[in-house]
């Protein structure tokens, strides 16, 4: 295994890997300054710091099933990254290497891996896919970061279900073993978090039971506005609209018995309000408030004793959430045009098995069958009902032949789309898959890795009818996108240096995309054909009190084919570029210094108004950030960690699409007890 500076470890996912991880120093102002911490910028501790236990809740996919054959995943620990009290998903990955991040005009977030769309990315919690929904994928924003992280990049497996094709992000809440924790934090432009957690692990009639519990608050009355970027609806230098507001809780328990049968069970819940800021390029923007948003996710494992031929592993999740949308007029947001409300509900259901075949051969299956329904209201219309019905069987197996393993699998994917009021069925959809893998260790440390691999990914309910309160025109007829993956990597350890890289080639044939229709509306339709092309280099490095890591992402996006227009042949918001320099630093007196530089290449998206392609210029942000910590004893008041850090420290302008900057400079002090 070898490590980003702080405690994202890049490890080929066995179980070996598995080390605890600690809390983590925040970023430094002008410190080091363009230098990154990036994704990695946690750090690793000794025991007896507060640590987190890293066993899940229920089952995800076995770790080994994507070894074989694909760049090892990269691993964090939220409580280890430098993040706000009560974090969302969506702030701890913009810290973690090839990871777009980026809020839409819709006020959601998306991710991106390797020129994927965010329907691509699959996002797995507590075992459970919560990226099967209406929307065809999840918002990180609406999702607590608690626990271990999990970056799984391109298609290293057919196991973790249907519409994987980008990458695979599990969130894996802690369970037990973790002393009293409270956080709490503000920053220069009135926002506040704080955030507490708590767990016992004791011993119960040979076996073990687990209880974890965390609650969390955040608000702020806006986005700073970087200084560069005007907002004629900015008051007091934040952007308008970009108020946020947010509750989340969660508990969990795990009962473990003497023979390694277990059972686990969490609940997750959420409640928020947020505005949308407008796109400021637009005459004509969406002028959208989400007054109510709730999520809950009820996730319910079991799996087999170790004396079982087979490990076998079953989970049921229930993702509940309800979301009232207001459309208004002007700027003043008083007049409410447009109302929608929709409730949304998944059932998932999935099942994993893993055996030996002899003393070399490994051989998994899964299967996972997902149940979407959502109800949507405007105004004072009637309800419309929607749903659709999405599975997975897959199997795959690997051989060890010396230095050298081999890995194949299979999968077939399939849905059906029922009648729905007055929406007739849409015909089933079927698509099989493949993948094949090999991984070599030649000799000393290094790994060599490559792979081949085919999916699709089926359309989801609101690509195929949703209307977005008048901005979209439906297409039902969409057809599944199927792409065809390669890549090849390296990685090794030369001295105190550690260095992966991995080069990797994406077809996707029939990509959907959106396309501008008039009256500053799009439609989404299939292209012939999207090819992306790319490397990504990762090298860290410790002498003595420095860390050090960088990490480089190349890509070329390209749609190809007589039905892509002139001009339109770059995909939207895919940057051509992200670079990242990491550095942390220990200082005399028990201080610890971090920064992060990041660099974004051009990117191109579409505007709606004029109906041509727009070029959004490169650019570098800078966070840094200091602490200091007391340890005085046992309890909350027994250890005392101070924090000062600025994100964007030159207020720079970096724009995630069209009219969207991301905020400019922010102080924020913090205080974590326990």
């Known amino acids: 295994m070898h490590r980003v500076p702080g405690s994202v470890p890049i490890v080929p996912r066995a179980p070996a890997a598995r080390r605890r991880l600690a809390l983590l120093a925040m970023r430094m102002a002008a410190v080091l300054a363009g230098l990154r911490a990036g994704a990695a910028a946690a750090q690793e501790r000794p025991d007896t710091a507060a640590t987190v236990g890293l066993k899940a809740v229920v089952v995800s996919v076995p770790a080994a099933a994507s070894v074989v054959g694909g760049a090892s995943a990269i691993v964090a620990n939220a409580d280890s990254l430098a993040l706000p009290a009560a974090p969302t998903l969506a702030q701890a990955l913009r810290r973690i290497p090839f990871v777009g991040v980026r809020e839409n005009s819709r006020g959601e977030v998306e991710l991106s891996v390797r020129g994927s769309e965010s329907r691509q990315v699959a996002v797995v919690m507590d075992g459970v896919p919560i990226s099967l929904t209406w929307d065809g994928r999840a918002d990180p924003s609406l999702v607590p970061a608690a626990g271990r992280l999990v970056l799984v990049r391109g298609l290293a497996s057919l196991l973790h279900g249907p519409n994987t094709l980008g990458g695979v992000v599990q969130v894996r809440s802690p369970i037990g073993g973790a002393p009293p924790t409270l956080r709490m934090g503000a920053d220069h432009a009135g926002g506040v978090s704080a955030s507490g957690q708590a767990g016992v692990s004791t011993a119960v009639r040979g076996g073990r039971l687990s209880l974890s519990s965390s609650a969390g608050v955040r608000r702020r009355p806006g986005q700073p506005l970087p200084s560069p970027v005007s907002d004629s609806g900015a008051a007091g230098g934040l952007r308008a609209n970009s108020d946020f507001e947010q509750a989340q809780a969660y508990v969990g328990a795990r009962a473990e018995g003497g023979a390694g049968a277990w059972a686990g069970a969490s609940l997750s819940v959420l409640r928020g309000s947020r505005g949308v800021p407008p796109e400021l390029h637009l005459r004509e923007p969406r002028l959208w408030r989400y007054p109510a948003t709730s999520r809950s996710l009820l996730a319910l494992s079991a799996g087999g004793p170790a004396t079982w031929p087979a490990r076998v592993e079953a989970s049921v999740g229930v993702d509940a959430a309800a979301t009232e949308l207001e459309q208004y007029g002007d700027l003043s947001y008083d ?109 000393g440390s290094v790994r060599l890795h490559a792979s081949v691999s085919s999916r699709a990914r089926i359309p989801s309910l609101r690509e195929l009818y949703s209307g977005s309160l008048g901005r979209f025109e439906p297409n039902p007829g969409l057809r599944p996108e199927r792409l065809l993956g390669a890549e090849a990597g390296l990685t090794a350890a030369v001295g105190p240096v550690e260095v992966q890289g991995v080069a990797f080639r994406h077809d996707l044939s029939d990509a959907i995309v959106r396309t501008a229709v008039g009256d500053g509306r799009f439609r989404r339709e299939n292209r012939d054909r999207m090819q992306s092309t790319g490397v990504e280099l990762l090298a860290t490095t410790r002498h003595r009190a420095l860390a050090l890591s960088a990490d480089l992402m190349l890509q070329r996006v390209h749609i190809h084919g007589p039905t892509a227009p002139q001009g339109q042949r770059r995909p939207e918001n895919i940057p051509s570029a992200r670079a990242g320099l990491d550095a942390r630093l220990d200082l005399p007196w028990n201080l610890r210094a971090q920064s992060r530089a990041l660099y974004v290449g051009a990117q191109w998206c579409l505007h709606a108004e004029e109906e041509r392609m727009v070029r959004l210029k490169d650019g570098t942000r800078v966070d840094g950030g200091v602490e200091r910590e007391w340890r005085r004893g046992r309890g909350l008041a027994g250890r005392i960690r101070l924090t000062l850090d600025v994100e964007n420290a030159t207020d720079a302008a970096l724009y995630d699409q069209c009219g969207l900057p991301q905020p400019g400079r922010t102080l924020r002090m913090g205080i974590e007890l326990g």
């Open 335 to 443: 007049a409410v045009e447009a109302r929608e409300r929709w409730r949304d509900g998944t059932v998932t259901l999935r099942t994993t098995a893993e055996h030996a075949a002899g003393a070399h051969a490994t051989l998994r299956y899964a299967f996972t069958h997902a149940d979407i329904r959502h109800r949507e209201r405007v105004d004072d219309d009637p309800f419309a009902r929607y749903r659709q019905r999405l599975w997975s069987l897959g199997a795959e197996g690997e051989v060890a032949l010396g230095a050298v393993q081999l890995s194949g699998g299979a999968v077939m994917d399939a849905a059906d789309t029922p009648e729905s009021g007055d929406k007739p069925a849409l015909r089933p959809l079927r698509a099989a898959g493949m993948r094949a893998g090999v991984s070599a260790r030649p000799g």
